[in-house]
């Protein structure tokens, strides 16, 4: 396995783009406020909105820029280029613009100029209509993250573990084949009669076919992943980590985003305003994730990954438990910050006690 390049440079030089970013979407976010409410106090309340969603979506998408740079350490310099160019203007405009519209486009059977209107015009009608859409959004999701989460764990090459008595379990049983799927199914069927008693079956029935598209896209993902990467291998002469990869990447970053995006509605109605927020915080994600390949920090701090993926299981928990009980998206992001944040302190405790490993 390459090891990571370790960078001389300076933490702050990584977050240059970002910063400027920042500058630019806030800027965007006072004058949207004031040409939409002709105020001083619009201007600032839509500041305000903007801020706090970015900073939402950087505590939501900590563990998301973990995975992309452990992904990433292992693929050739062209598509980790690639990656961080052509993945980040998929994440930005593609995540948090072109999917809420086609969430609409398909929700209310209108085109997507209607749609753009309607979130123009219209921002109650489409806050409602992306409202609706939760269910199946965060059953697809949900499931799609707790088989990534679960794949790290049941891995039989495993060898460093955090939360021990569960992950040497999981990696004992990890030779079992099939053993990920069956769980998430059982999961899944659980919940859905658990949204049968309470919601009724038609949303039941929702959530069960959404959940089943969510694992069929991430064994899709995965095999289609698998050939591409092999056809790559053989035209190129054993490139690692090339199409596949960043396919893997795309739709995990897809996932990471879902619950982000539709709790974005709770804030503000305005999807130029959400998409202005949320696009600050993939520009930090972008950052974060560069930063963690090029310092070497996952193989500095060894539990760091680890509390990434248990971060990403309780969020594909938590998206699951969003389909009967409202939670606040502030204690999401905070749940998973605090995870990689103990993973971090239990990381420089271990180093501290074995500084030659």
């Avoid at 790290?152 to 990920?180: M, P, T």
């Avoid at 069960?208 to 092999?230: N, P, S, T």
């Avoid at 396919?247 to 985003?257: Q, T």
Wanted: include cysteine.
């Amino acid at each position: 396995m390459p090891s990571p390049v370790t960078s001389h440079r300076s933490t702050l030089s990584y977050f240059t783009a970002a910063f400027i970013f920042t500058a630019v979407g806030l800027a965007l976010g006072l004058w949207l406020g004031f040409s939409t409410e002709h105020t001083t106090a619009g201007a600032l309340k839509v500041f305000f909105i903007v801020s706090v969603l970015a900073v939402l979506e950087i505590s939501l998408s900590f563990d998301n820029a973990i995975v992309n740079a452990n992904k990433l350490k292992d693929m050739t310099p062209e598509w980790q280029h690639r990656f961080l160019t052509w993945g980040i203007v998929i994440a930005v405009f593609g995540m948090r613009i072109v999917f809420p519209l086609l969430i609409v486009v398909i929700a209310a059977n209108v085109g997507p100029w209607t749609a753009l209107v309607m979130a123009a015009s219209q921002p109650e009608r489409y806050a409602e209509i992306m409202h609706d859409a939760h269910l199946p959004i965060a059953a697809f999701g949900g499931t799609f993250l707790m088989m990534v989460a679960l794949s790290f764990f049941f891995d039989g090459e495993k060898e460093v573990h955090w939360v021990r008595w569960i992950e040497e379990k999981a990696k004992a049983y990890s030779s079992v084949k099939g053993i990920e799927i069956a769980f998430v199914l059982i999961v899944m069927i659980i919940f859905s009669k658990i949204i049968e008693s309470r919601l009724g079956v038609d949303q039941s029935n929702t959530f069960f076919h959404a959940a089943i598209w969510g694992l069929l896209a991430f064994l899709m993902v995965e095999v289609l992943g698998g050939i591409l990467d092999r056809s790559q291998e053989m035209l190129e002469g054993a490139a690692k980590g090339g199409i596949g990869a960043f396919l893997y990447l795309e739709v995990l970053d897809a996932s990471f985003s879902f619950d982000g995006v539709i709790g974005a509605f709770a804030l503000s109605q305005n999807l130029f305003v959400i998409a202005i927020g949320l696009g600050i915080g993939a520009m930090y994600v972008r950052s974060m994730t560069i930063m963690l390949v090029e310092k070497g920090t996952l193989a500095e701090y060894r539990f760091l990954e680890h509390g990434a993926f248990w971060a990403i299981l309780i969020l594909s928990v938590i998206m699951y438990l969003q389909t009967i009980i409202h939670i606040p998206e502030v204690i999401t992001g905070l749940g998973g910050a605090c995870l990689i944040g103990i993973a971090l302190w239990s990381s420089i405790r271990w180093n501290r006690r074995h500084p030659e490993g």
